[in-house]
């Protein structure tokens, strides 16, 4: 069973054990950091277009960040045992970016979800220097959506997203928190953030938003 991102729980051999990851997303193709393989992976590297490494030198490290600019490429695996080691070796290729964001649930139950540049996301925004992460979310979530009196209850986990930008590399981290708020509110998007709509998403409504969203925003409201 998955636990918050960055550990999964396994039975094996009549015994539990605990396996470090990240998923990292370049667009829509995952890459995986971790210290073992599980079945779920080890399915994944069946793909004729998956990619398995299992070393962490520089050479190595770009080898594969040069495949995944390939059309064809699927997925990709790199595995060390040493997780510590494995993430700094690949995170100093990037500029690391720190973000946070909600899942803000109202009084029914409803999701608060935000369209911007043509995919409906969840309110997320990057942290400014010496603001804590959890302030950090409450003030993205209030910015971009005009929400105010939000009751944050916890952390809902982290995702990953890999980018090009201005010639260089970017790995943004987006933590996540659970929150609350009042639905009897005013909703005003945040235009110069390129949000052009906000709406309370029921489950019926909510499964035909993520048929238009990214795969990170998947996978937490997965784990959530």
Request: aromatic share 10%.
């Amino acid at each position: 069973m998955w636990n918050l991102a960055g550990t999964k729980i396994v039975f094996c051999d009549h015994q539990f054990l605990l396996i470090m990851y990240i998923k990292i997303y370049f667009n829509d193709k995952p890459v995986f950091l971790c210290d073992s393989l599980t079945k779920e992976l080890e399915n994944i590297l069946h793909h004729p277009d998956a990619i398995f490494v299992d070393e962490i030198n520089t050479h190595a490290i770009n080898a594969l960040l040069h495949e995944i600019k390939k059309d064809d490429f699927h997925a990709g695996v790199l595995m060390h045992n040493n997780f510590g080691e494995l993430e700094e070796a690949f995170f100093k290729h990037f500029t690391v970016i720190e973000a946070a964001g909600g899942i803000v649930r109202n009084e029914k139950g409803e999701l608060l979800m935000i369209y911007r540049l043509g995919k409906w996301d969840l309110p997320k925004g990057k942290q400014e220097p010496g603001e804590l992460l959890k302030d950090c979310a409450i003030r993205e979530v209030g910015e971009e959506t005009g929400l105010k009196n939000i009751t944050l209850n916890g952390k809902a986990g982290e995702t990953y997203h890999a980018y090009n930008a201005y010639g260089k590399h970017f790995l943004k981290t987006s933590h996540w928190y659970h929150m609350t708020c009042s639905e009897y509110q005013q909703l005003v998007p945040q235009t110069e953030e390129d949000i052009t709509a906000i709406e309370w998403v029921d489950e019926a409504k909510l499964k035909e938003a993520l048929q238009n969203t990214y795969p990170s925003i998947k996978d937490i409201l997965n784990r959530s």
